[in-house]
């Protein structure tokens, strides 16, 4: 019963990083299109922002957000696909 509670315990830590780190994103996407319209303005701090934490920062929080939508399709496939040769035998 620990184990499962456990495995439930750090499934739900990574659950909650992954989210946060979806909201993370999409912040940035925000900030993004708000530094793009204050630049056709003529205020360039924002994107100057965005440029110097763009690889250090936002490019990995793409990279684990994409990863994470693909283990998860992975990972929902293949249980799908454990199921289905379950119910044929």
């Not at 684990?64 to 283990?71: F, R």
């Given at each position: ?6 495995q439930n ?6 659950d ?19 530094a793009?319209i204050?630049q ?5 701090i ?5 440029q110097i934490v763009?690889?250090p920062?936002?490019v ?10 693909l ?6 496939w293949?249980?799908r696909?454990?199921?289905s040769?379950?119910?044929d035998i």
């Amino acid at each position: 019963m620990t184990k499962e509670n456990n495995q439930n315990n750090l499934k739900q830590i990574i659950d909650n990083l992954l989210l946060m780190n979806l909201f993370t994103v999409i912040f940035f996407a925000i900030f993004f299109f708000f530094a793009i319209i204050m630049q056709l303005n003529g205020i360039f701090i924002f994107i100057n922002f965005i440029q110097i934490v763009w690889n250090p920062l936002i490019v990995p929080l793409i990279t684990i957000l994409i990863i994470g939508a693909l283990v998860n399709g992975i990972n929902s496939w293949w249980r799908r696909k454990l199921l289905s040769q379950e119910e044929d035998i």
